[in-house]
């Protein structure tokens, strides 16, 4: 049997279907990877979300419990806040007027001084399974005001 001429033609078309399905596989396996990836930051980001909300909750907590201890607070030893100054976990959770009154130890309070006026500061923050501090809340504030009655004014 004789080849016609459309055999080398026809040899080189599947040669060209090889290349075509090979680029359309790379193509699906990048999209793949990268959906991965994306589901990788995606639950990161969540756990981290999860983490700075737990802590935030922790510090609200220390707060609604320092409004019932309010009395009890020991003023002559408060700590002074200026300011504007960074009130962070590792400063005042050694200070000896914070208390503790979280599980794990995650959350404190304690009474500092602004100017001459009486503040209660909150803190909370999460930490690891492994003891390692992962997340700070937003410290919470609240002044005490002397004008005829005990008013807490938050910050």
Known sequence: MRPTD???ALGRQRGAALVVVMVVLTGALMLGL???QSALVDQRQSANYRAALKAQMRA???????LSAVDTLDWHSAPVLEFGQNARWPVFTAHPAAVHRCV?????YLPVMRGAE???LALGVTYSSD????AHGAPVLMRLSNNGSEQIVWE
């Open 60 to 66: 609200e907590t220390a707060a609604a419990k320092a």
């Open 131 to 134: 003891g390692a501090l992962i």
């Open 118 to 120: 009486r503040w209660v």
């Open 104 to 108: 794990e130890e995650a959350c404190l």
């Open 6 to 8: 459309n055999t080398p």
């Open 34 to 36: 990268v959906g991965v």
